[in-house]
């Protein structure tokens, strides 16, 4: 029996389906419940008590609000493009779960391991705009296309800003194979990591992860109070439930590749550390749990910044990609190349 | 399989390019044109070409037709006006298509071009790096090549931005480097006021 399954999971389609499986559900119930934490999270971050009523302690919140979302009836909007009207929502999410096939987690642990994997996530964001797009010009509403208007600008603005903020990574780690810039980050622990070197780079790149996924204090796609919802707010039940869905990933996905590309991924900060002892001990090993807890503190990040900021003004964000961030990487690559020439140790030192 | 993979993609990119030109709306248009960018991107995945398909994708889709569709949406185009000429200016647009297309055949079609003419190329190993070889090739044999083009796109920068850069001395900007500066003492001041006594 166990013969049997071991020979089935050898097919090469077999196995690469169970893969893409054993990514996508834990993904989607992180999601789920990533929705629950951030309203808990803010919830006490405003003395209030957040969700608490389905469930035991709100556990099933998450849950019922996907039920109530299935059940409700998806409206088309009279003048509305109703192939485009679909076709947006699945862009957004498909580019959105595309993109986790080549983030790995682990040395071994990764679905496809291709050479280009930093492009080939750049390229899939820079696809999920049209989602935005498609639902803006397709619901045939005034709010909608301001939205659209609004987020196309953005997030081309802020791409090249992370775009360069990649390039510094990529220079130290001469690879822009993922599994081999955690790699080159390897050695040394805690100081080892790319954070340390290319700290302006690092924090540029989560802001502009921050404004790519038009989340708090960059939600101006948004814009509840000016624009009621932004692109999709002629969207309902299931439809929404996708974009909801989509943003979610993104924020996962920004906030894993933070860790993995800064902060060393799954190796542990007291890898070769004598420290207390602590690099004989199993906390030493690297593992999945030193990256899931990561990526934690980048996802925790996320709500602190909606409970914490208010939302900019649209030309002070445009001021901030263009004139800040986009001439700070710039210079730092400069930097990251003088670093490069005179082999700084740890992390330049030609291996 | 690989054979299967092209003519997909082929026929996909040749009828998306076909809509294109053929649908009336040019929102619609602009999606096709993505979608056409999208199919030459995969072909070029099958050419082991992975690092220029997946730039393809970043720039074409992701940047310059982004930029398209927002002048699009926001252009108030006449349907009607665009048809209006079609009749009249037939005969001319045959006339430069039946020439392009003879110039076309005459260079691609015939014997120069001819497939028994090449050797198929070699399949590369599993660890063959597109990227590397490309720059490889890009620092060393074709610095000059590629400065240059780094140069006129500099230039390119430097026109658009000299033609909407005017001097208007007459409106009113907001300096927001003062405003980011702003103390909260310079807006607010905190007064110690004595209790007085109710007469």
Do not use: C
Request: aromatic share 14%; no cysteine.
């Amino acid at each position: 029996m166990l013969d049997l399954i071991l020979s089935i999971y050898e097919i090469p389609v077999i196995n690469i389906l169970v893969k893409i499986i054993a990514i996508l559900v834990p993904l989607l119930l992180t999601v789920a419940y990533f929705t629950y934490i951030e309203r808990k999270v803010i919830g006490y971050m405003q003395v209030r008590i957040g969700p608490n009523r389905v469930g035991p302690r709100g556990w099933l919140q998450p849950i019922a609000d996907a039920m109530k979302l299935m059940f409700k009836e998806i409206i088309f909007p009279s003048g509305a493009n109703r192939v485009l009207f679909i076709i947006a929502p699945t862009i957004a999410i498909s580019t959105a779960l595309a993109a986790w096939a080549v983030v790995p987690f682990g040395s071994e642990m990764v679905l496809a391991d291709i050479n280009v994997a930093l492009l080939y996530i750049l390229a899939m964001t820079s696809i999920g705009v049209y989602g935005v797009i498609l639902a803006g010009w397709s619901s045939n509403s005034k709010y909608a296309i301001m939205s659209t208007l609004r987020t196309a600008a953005q997030v081309v603005s802020y791409e090249i800003a992370m775009g360069f903020a990649l390039v510094g990574v990529v220079m130290a780690a001469r690879s822009l194979n993922i599994g081999e810039i955690v790699m080159g980050q390897g050695g040394s622990g805690i100081l080892g990591w790319y954070m340390w070197p290319l700290m302006p780079l690092f924090v540029i790149y989560f802001v502009s992860g921050v404004a790519e996924t038009n989340r708090a204090p960059f939600d101006v796609a948004e814009g509840e109070s000016e624009i009621v919802a932004g692109f999709h707010v002629e969207y309902s039940g299931i439809l929404f439930a996708i974009f909801f869905l989509a943003e979610y990933a993104n924020m996962i996905l920004i906030s894993v590749l933070a860790a993995l590309m800064f902060m060393g991924g799954w190796l542990s900060p007291f890898e070769g550390v004598s420290f207390l002892g602590l690099g004989s001990t199993f906390l030493a090993g690297s593992s999945i749990i030193w990256l899931i807890s990561k990526t934690v503190i980048f996802m925790f990040l996320f709500l602190w910044f909606r409970a914490t900021f208010p939302r900019y003004r649209y030309d002070q964000i445009m001021r901030l990609g263009w004139k800040v961030f986009i001439p700070i990487t710039i210079v730092w690559i400069y930097v990251v190349g003088i670093m490069y020439y005179v082999e700084l140790a740890p992390w330049f030192t030609k291996g | 399989m690989e054979t299967i993979l092209f003519y997909v993609f082929s026929t996909f990119m040749v009828l998306s390019a076909l809509m294109v030109i053929t649908v009336h709306n040019p929102v619609r248009a602009a999606f096709f044109l993505v979608l056409t960018f999208f199919a030459s991107a995969a072909v070029w995945l099958l050419l082991e070409a992975e690092f220029l398909a997946v730039i393809l994708i970043i720039v074409y889709v992701g940047a310059v037709m982004v930029l398209f569709l927002f002048v699009v949406m926001m252009l108030d185009v006449n349907l009607a006006e665009l048809k209006s000429g079609f009749v009249k200016n037939l005969p001319i647009a045959l006339a430069v298509a039946l020439v392009m297309f003879g110039t076309i055949y005459y260079v691609v079609g015939g014997s120069q071009f001819d497939i028994h003419n090449f050797v198929p190329p070699e399949r590369h190993a599993a660890d063959y790096s597109n990227i590397s070889e490309l720059g490889k090739v890009l620092y060393t044999e074709y610095v000059f090549a590629f400065e240059i083009a780094a140069v006129i796109l500099l230039v390119g920068i430097i026109a658009a931005i000299s033609l909407t850069l005017r001097r208007r001395p007459n409106t009113r900007h907001q300096k927001i480097e003062e405003q980011v500066a702003v103390k909260s003492e310079d807006r607010l001041r905190v007064v110690k006021l004595e209790p007085q006594e109710r007469k």
